[in-house]
Nanobody, 124 residues
């Protein structure tokens, strides 16, 4: 059973940085993708970024500010968030998919396993 666990959330001021981690366990596959999503109160879950060994994608709203990376040895995916804005405030989730990001990476229905979510709050 695949499990993904997020960590690293918190509260920061606008313009500051924060990094999230997503640890993957329980898979014997070498090739998989992790998508980062976020959901603010009253809004739908939206795709933020995705990474696999083949590809990498970002939502327009975070391009140039967020950087996704993967450590294969640690089975961990990181989301480095800089120049944070109040509108980045949300619960962030990572989702596991047995394949690459390509084709609908931004659709939450694509992913098979989800973490419990972690809160990121950006406020002055």
């Amino acid at each position: 059973q695949v499990q993904v666990v997020e960590s690293g959330g918190g509260s920061v001021r606008p313009g500051e940085s924060l990094s999230l981690s997503c640890v993957v366990s329980g898979t014997t596959r070498d090739f998989w993708a992790i998508g980062w999503f976020r959901q603010a109160p009253g809004k739908e879950r939206e795709g933020v970024s995705c990474i696999s060994d083949l590809d990498e994608y970002y939502a327009d709203s975070v391009k140039g500010r967020f950087l996704i990376s993967k450590n294969r040895v640690k089975s961990t995916v990181y989301l480095h968030m800089t120049s944070l804005k109040p509108e980045d405030t949300a619960t962030y989730y990572c989702g596991f998919y047995d394949g690459s990001c390509a084709t609908n990476w931004y659709g939450f229905w694509k992913y098979d396993n989800w973490g419990q979510g972690i809160q990121v709050t950006v406020s002055s």
